[in-house]
């Protein structure tokens, strides 16, 4: 019996969540690593959720792999993003330049 991080009942050794206050007991197992946590980081941090989706007991391997390729897809669309409006300050500060003398 080992006691619980939160509430400091006791809890069973085979328990993933403790019994009295819900709190996830092994790691990988919390609600960030379940799906709901993954598509609401994936939303916040981007590709940054990766690490939770490898670190993750909760979700399968397959999804894993969905949720990687999903990730990358929204990290290369990002860069795009950037890159292009990258370009068009790049164009308009040129314009601006070449316009004003
Ligand atoms: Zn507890």
Redesign the pocket.
Known sequence: MNP?P??C?P?EETDNY?R??G?SLKPGTGFLFSHTGIILMAFVLGPFALPFVWLSKTIGTTAKWIYTGLLVLVGIYFVVVCYHAFLMIHDTAQMMLGGGF
Request: glycine share 0%; charged share 20%; aromatic share 0%.
């Open positions: 619980c939160r509430c009942n809890v403790c009295h206050c709190r």
